[in-house]
């Protein structure tokens, strides 16, 4: 008995379990992706090999059928309980409905009693690596018929492409997904959640780069807790810890977008600010500086005082420099800071 036979209303056509099914497909992240031409050549494939004219590629969602691709018609979504398809999940390998128009089930859907009245329906179960019907690769026919045997045994295989493709696009998907987060481990500070030494560095060459063949100012601001020792040996290191992970995230919500927060080692954390001359860059540092000093630490119940020095070096288009002399005067400047008194900014050269 065929897989369509058994069902007697569409409306409860569901296979057991749908709910697993339904996360198989969702778990590809196929549905409502833009029209791609290779599952398209597969549908084009699949007229020509069965001699008719029309072939789709469907999902069977939730409560909905969506189509990624088509050949011979224009086709969006459709109502689950309007789409043979739905019939075609239901555990049978391949659905064969000879005539839409004198079965009982189908009779009624809108493929059979408006244009381009489909008559010979035959889909093949797109199965998930699982095990689970996600969706059908289908042909259908305006006269009423079966597939021959061969064009039959072709169109399985055809299927198992449409879902090699599915796989395919799937793991590659995820192998970008994972490069980007092992990309953003190696970048980042576990502990601050800015970019790293290396990741800083990197960047700070690239808008080095940058700011020379732009003829653009280029600023970094040095960050050095103060007395941050004393902190280590009062409180303990999970308590230094917090406060430079607090750092850290005020640091990360205070920079604009195309700035660059990076912890240069220790408790000295920098912040590249690209296009930001000498000027902007120290009213930038103050504005942090008093942030950081409002900000609320707590070893315990206590409050802990926390301030750090801050030292601004900068250059524009009319200077010869590199990145190490960026921050060589900003690390002189920051010396200098420290040495004023600390909880203080010191711009630029003296
Ligand atoms: N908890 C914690 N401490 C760190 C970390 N990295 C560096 N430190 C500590 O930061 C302290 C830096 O001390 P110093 O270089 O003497 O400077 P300071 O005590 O901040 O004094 P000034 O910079 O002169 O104001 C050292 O005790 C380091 O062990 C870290 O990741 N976690």
Redo the contacts with the bound molecule.
């Keep these: 008995m065929l897989a369509a036979e058994k069902i007697h209303t569409l409306s409860i056509a569901r296979p057991q379990a749908d709910q697993f099914r339904l996360a198989a497909l969702h778990r590809y992240h196929i549905l409502d992706t833009p029209a791609c031409e290779d599952f398209s050549f597969l549908t084009e494939l699949a007229t020509q090999i069965c001699g008719v004219p029309y072939a789709v590629i469907s999902l069977v969602d939730a409560e909905r059928v969506w189509i990624k691709a088509c050949a011979g018609m224009r086709m969006g979504e459709l109502p689950r309980g309007d789409s043979v398809c739905s019939l075609a999940v239901l555990g049978e390998a391949i659905t064969e409905i000879p005539d839409l128009s004198q079965d009982f089930r189908t009779a009624r859907m809108t493929l059979a009693v408006e244009a381009p009245f489909v008559r010979m329906y035959t889909g093949v179960a797109l199965t998930s690596a699982d095990g689970f019907a996600i969706g059908t690769l289908c042909v259908m026919d305006t006269k009423p018929g079966r597939l021959g045997e061969v064009q039959r045994a072709m169109l399985v295989k055809l299927a198992r492409q449409v879902m090699a493709l599915i796989e395919l696009r799937a793991n590659a998907q995820t192998l970008t997904a994972t490069v980007r987060e092992l990309e953003e481990l190696a970048t980042t500070d576990e502990?601050t959640g800015l970019h790293n030494r290396r990741s800083l560095l990197h960047r700070l060459k690239f808008e080095t780069a940058r700011a020379k063949r732009f003829r653009s100012p280029l600023s970094a601001v040095m960050i050095?807790?103060?007395?941050?020792?004393?902190i280590?040996d009062d409180h303990g290191?999970a308590v230094?810890?917090q406060v430079?992970a607090n750092v850290g995230r005020l640091l990360r919500e205070s920079v604009r977008v195309i700035d660059i927060p990076g912890r240069y080692g220790?408790?000295e954390l920098c912040v590249i600010l690209p296009n930001t001359p000498l000027e902007g860059a120290c009213k930038f540092a103050e504005t942090l500086r008093a942030k950081l000093e409002a900000q609320l630490h707590y070893a315990g119940p206590r409050l802990l005082p926390v301030t750090a020095s801050f030292g601004v070096g900068s250059f524009d288009h009319m200077e010869i420099a590199d990145a190490e002399s960026l921050l060589r005067q900003a690390d002189t400047a920051l010396y200098r800071a420290?040495h004023a008194g600390?909880n203080r900014v010191e711009c630029g050269a003296p």
């Design positions: 502990l050095d807790l103060d007395h941050f020792k004393q280590n290191h230094g810890d430079l220790g408790e420290k600390r």
